[in-house]
C-alpha cells in the first residue's frame, strides 16, 4: 500500500525563523511526484512545492525548500524567515496509480 | 488562473437524505477529483473522473456515487446520507496528460457538510 506520514500533528516556530516539517512515504514505484501542499483557514488547498523522484535536485520557491531524500523515502520542508501568513495546515502528498495519496496534515503557527 | 467552485460552503442535511454537492471548474480540465477531509486523516480520495461520463473509485467510495455529465462539472452524491459522512469536502481538477503525475491539481474552497 501507498502511504505518506506526517508524523508532527502540530508545529510552532516564532517569526522570521526556520522550521522543518517533516513527510515519509512508502512506495515501490522508481519515477513519482511529490507535492506540498498549504491549507491556511480560507481553506483552499494551495500548492507550495513540488519535486520529480528522478531529479536529485532538491525543488526550492522563495523561502520554500525540500530535502528529498529517496532512498530513505523522506520529504522535508523547510520554511525560511517564517512570516505570519505561513500559519496553515501543511500536507505532503505523493502521486500513486494516478492518484494523490495525502499525509495527516500538520499545522503550523507562527508566533509574534 | 484555475477556478475550482463549489457550490455550497457550508450544508446541514438530515439522514437519509439525498445530498448532492456540485463542483464546477473553468479551464477546461480533463481530471476532476473528491475528496474528504477529517481531522488526523488527512484527505481520502472519493472518487475521480478523467473524462465526460467516466469515473474511478477512489480509496472509500461506499456511500457515494458521482456524475459527470459535462467536462467542467463533477457532482458528489450521498444517495442516503449518515452522521458519518459529516466532513469536509473537497472538489480538485487538473490538467491530463500522459499522466497525472506531474500535473498539480487546483483545489476549491471546500464544502462543510454537516449530517443532522
Known amino acids: 500500500a501507498q502511504t505518506v506520514t506526517q508524523s508532527q500533528p502540530e508545529m510552532s516556530v516564532q517569526e522570521a525563523e526556520t522550521v522543518t516539517l517533516s513527510c515519509t512515504y512508502d512506495t515501490s514505484e522508481s519515477d513519482y511526484y511529490l507535492f506540498w501542499y498549504k491549507q491556511p483557514p480560507s481553506r483552499q488547498m494551495i500548492l507550495v512545492i513540488r519535486q520529480e523522484a528522478y531529479k536529485q535536485q532538491n525543488a526550492t520557491e522563495n523561502r520554500f525548500s525540500v530535502n528529498f531524500q529517496k532512498a530513505a523515502k523522506s520529504f522535508s520542508l523547510k520554511i525560511s524567515d517564517s512570516q505570519l501568513g505561513d500559519a496553515a495546515m501543511y500536507f505532503c502528498a505523493f502521486i500513486s496509480a494516478q492518484k494523490l495519496v495525502f499525509g495527516q496534515g500538520t499545522r503550523l503557527t507562527i508566533n509574534p | 488562473d484555475v477556478k475550482v467552485t463549489q457550490s455550497s460552503r457550508y450544508l446541514v442535511k438530515r439522514t437519509g437524505e439525498k445530498v448532492f454537492l456540485e463542483c464546477v471548474q473553468d479551464?477546461?480540465?480533463?481530471?476532476m477529483f473528491w475528496y474528504r477531509q477529517d481531522p488526523g486523516l488527512g484527505l481520502r480520495l472519493i472518487y475521480f473522473s478523467y473524462d465526460v461520463k467516466m469515473k474511478e473509485k477512489g480509496d472509500i467510495p461506499e456511500g457515494y456515487s458521482v456524475s459527470r455529465e459535462k467536462k467542467e462539472r463533477f457532482s458528489l452524491i450521498l444517495e442516503s446520507a449518515s452522521t458519518n459522512q459529516t466532513s469536509m469536502y473537497l472538489c480538485?481538477?487538473?490538467?491530463?496528460?500522459?499522466?497525472?503525475?506531474?500535473?498539480?491539481?487546483?483545489f476549491g474552497d471546500g464544502t462543510r457538510l454537516s449530517i443532522l
Open positions: 479551464m477546461d480540465h480533463e481530471n
Open positions: 480538485a481538477s487538473s490538467l491530463a496528460r500522459q499522466s497525472f503525475s506531474n500535473q498539480p491539481q487546483h
